[in-house]
C-alpha cells in the first residue's frame, strides 16, 4: 500500500465526469462543441471527462448550462465536493489551526462501535496524554506552517478520550515496538504518556496489542491506519488524510490489520514491552 491517493479518490471523481460525459451526450454535443460553449480549450474538457481533472464547481455549471441540464448542477456539485473530502490535504484541512480539525472528527468517532487501529508512528489520538499531544501537534504545525492554535487543539484533541470509557464501542490497537521508543516531548513526557498506555490497556473496552520490532513480518510495516466499523478506513500520509471507502480496499485494511494481528503480543508480554520502554525515559 502506498502513500499516495487511493484509488477510492480516483472512483469518486471517475463518477462525477462520467455524468458529466452522459450529460454531453443527452445534449447531442461533441467534446469541441461543448469547449466552445463554455469558452475554454478543449483540451480542458478531455481532463475532465478522463478524470484527470476534477472540475471546478463553476466548470459543472458551465458544463450543464451549455447542455441544457441547469436541473443536475446541485447534485453534481455535492458529489463532486464528496469526492474532495475522499483526500483531504493536511495544510488544507488546518488552515485555520488544529482546533477546528480535532472538533470535527468527533461525530465519526461518536457513530462507530469498533475501532481497529494501527499505528507505526506515534501513538493514536484516544491514548495520548496532554503533554505527548501538545508536543506533536506542534511538531506537525511547525513543519504544516499552519495558523498555531495548539494550546486550543489540545483539549479538543483529548475530549475524544472520553469514548474509551462511554457506550459499548471496542477499541483494538496495535502499535509498533518502535512507537514506545520513539520520544515525543521530553522524557518526561515520554514516561507519562506509557505509564497511561500501561493503565489504558486493563480497560475491558480496549485491547492493545505491541509488534515486536525483532518479529518475523508477514505483513510490513504500513502507514498509520483506522478502520471505523467495516465502513470507511482513514489513512495518515505525511501530507493527507485519505479517506479509503472503496469496500474493495476496506477489505484489504481488514485483512491487513488481521495479519499485523497475527504477529503482535497481547496481556503481559505487551505490558513488559512498555513497561521496558518506560523505563528507558525514566
Known amino acids: 500500500m502506498s502513500s499516495s491517493p487511493s484509488s477510492s479518490v480516483v472512483a469518486a471523481r471517475k463518477a462525477v465526469a462520467d455524468q458529466l ?60 465536493r464528496a469526492a474532495d473530502s475522499v483526500y483531504q490535504e493536511w495544510r488544507r484541512r488546518n488552515g485555520s489551526g488544529m482546533r477546528l480539525a480535532q472538533e470535527r472528527v468527533i461525530g465519526d468517532y461518536e457513530r462507530t ?25 506542534q511538531s506537525i504545525t511547525d ?28 477499541f483494538a490497537v496495535l502499535i509498533e515496538e518502535w512507537v514506545l521508543r520513539t520520544r515525543i516531548g521530553s522524557a518526561e513526557d515520554m514516561a507519562a504518556q506509557l505509564g497511561h498506555l500501561l493503565t489504558l490497556m486493563s480497560l475491558p473496552s480496549v485491547s492493545v496489542g505491541i509488534i515486536p520490532a525483532g518479529c518475523p513480518r508477514a505483513v510490513w510495516p504500513l502507514e ?6 467495516d465502513q470507511r478506513v482513514v489513512v495518515e500520509t505525511l ?5 479509503v471507502l472503496q469496500p ?27 513497561a521496558a520502554a518506560r523505563a528507558s525515559f525514566e
Open 224 to 229: 498509520a491506519f483506522y478502520l471505523f466499523d
Open 113 to 137: 462501535r469498533l475501532f481497529r487501529i494501527y499505528v507505526s508512528n506515534v501513538l493514536p489520538g484516544l491514548f495520548q496524554t496532554a503533554g505527548y499531544a501538545t508536543a506533536l501537534l
Open 21 to 80: 460525459v452522459e450529460i454531453r451526450k443527452d445534449a447531442g454535443l461533441n467534446g469541441g462543441e461543448l469547449s466552445v460553449l463554455c469558452g475554454w480549450h478543449p483540451a480542458k474538457t478531455s481532463r475532465i471527462q478522463s478524470g484527470k481533472a476534477a472540475p471546478s464547481e463553476g466548470d459543472i455549471r458551465a458544463w450543464c448550462t451549455a447542455c441544457g441540464a441547469d436541473d443536475r448542477i446541485p447534485d453534481l456539485i455535492a458529489a463532486s
Open 143 to 170: 513543519f504544516q506552517g499552519t495558523p498555531n492554535d495548539v494550546a486550543a487543539a489540545v483539549p479538543a484533541r483529548l475530549a475524544r478520550a472520553r469514548l474509551l470509557y462511554t457506550g459499548a464501542r471496542r
Open 239 to 243: 501530507t493527507a488524510k485519505v479517506n
Open 248 to 274: 474493495r480496499e476496506v477489505t484489504d485494511y481488514i485483512r491487513a490489520f488481521r495479519g499485523l494481528s497475527d504477529m503482535a503480543v497481547y496481556g503481559a508480554e505487551a505490558r513488559a514491552l512498555t
